[in-house]
């Protein structure tokens, strides 16, 4: 299951039934668990960490130093989960002393050529579309959708359940459970289809469409529509995700 032609180094821990093609280098203080695929021309280098059942395409570079001038060489890891599929030439930074890793969860496809700068974390169930690019300590929250060409400054938040439309680019928060699109970025709605396939009921889904109108459509500024949410709407899981996201937004959220 390992090609001869593959290096790996002899301090490198890498588990069961795991096949690693021609010209992989596998760099030392890695650990790979099992069932990885594992194609030609990847490099994984010091301080990746791999879970098991993940398919890794050509070209992919994992746990590269950070583009961050600040880094130092400080001990960090780069951190991938469980049922990821990685394709061409997607490259994962390793973490900076701020966070200390870069992680992406589980069951997660990046497309080819997705960027995660250092420090950003990823959830699980995600979609990132090909050539995206995410700048340092960027947070994806679990089943987030991202189209191709999208660039996120740093530091951004993008809220769980929703989708970002191709060719975007922004410096603020997403909120959770919307479709943001045109230029420059706006909210355009909620992904309702999106949490119909994820069978949320009717009640849920008008609820949280009933706080984006109040968010959104009220004239209010912030705080005063999330009291106005708060007064109006059930203060369900998904309400309480919204209003948290939002009192905790450190860039502000798009408009």
């Not at 993940?54 to 989960?81: C, H, M, S, Y």
């Amino acid at each position: 299951m390992i090609s001869p032609l593959a290096y790996i180094h002899p301090d490198a821990k890498i588990g069961e039934n795991v096949e690693i093609a021609p010209f992989v280098f596998i760099d030392k203080n890695v650990e790979i668990g099992n069932n990885n695929v594992i194609m030609p021309n990847v490099n994984i280098l010091y301080g990746s960490r791999i879970g098991d059942n993940n398919r890794i395409f050509p070209g992919a570079v994992i746990g590269a130093i950070p583009q961050d001038l600040k880094f130092k060489g400080e001990e960090t890891t780069a951190e991938i989960g469980n049922n990821n599929t990685i394709r061409e030439n997607v490259t994962i930074n390793r973490g900076t002393a701020a966070k200390g890793k870069t992680a992406v969860g589980n069951n997660n496809l990046l497309m080819e050529s997705v960027h995660v700068g250092h420090d950003t974390l990823i959830g699980n169930n995600c979609i990132i579309g090909n050539s995206t690019k995410m700048g340092g300590e960027v947070i994806v929250d679990d089943y987030a959708i991202v189209s191709a060409n999208v660039l996120m400054h740093q530091f951004c938040h993008v809220g769980g359940y929703g989708m970002i439309q191709g060719g975007c680019r922004f410096s603020k928060d997403i909120p959770p459970y919307i479709i943001a699109g045109r230029e420059p970025i706006a909210y355009t709605g909620i992904n309702i289809v999106g949490l119909r396939r994820k069978e949320f009921s009717n009640e849920r889904i008008e609820n949280i469409h009933n706080a984006y109108r109040i968010i959104y459509n009220s004239g209010k500024n912030v705080t005063d529509a999330l009291q106005q949410i708060r007064e109006e709407i059930p203060l369900t899981d998904d309400i309480n995700y919204i209003i948290s996201f939002i009192e905790n937004s450190q860039r502000g959220i798009i408009r």
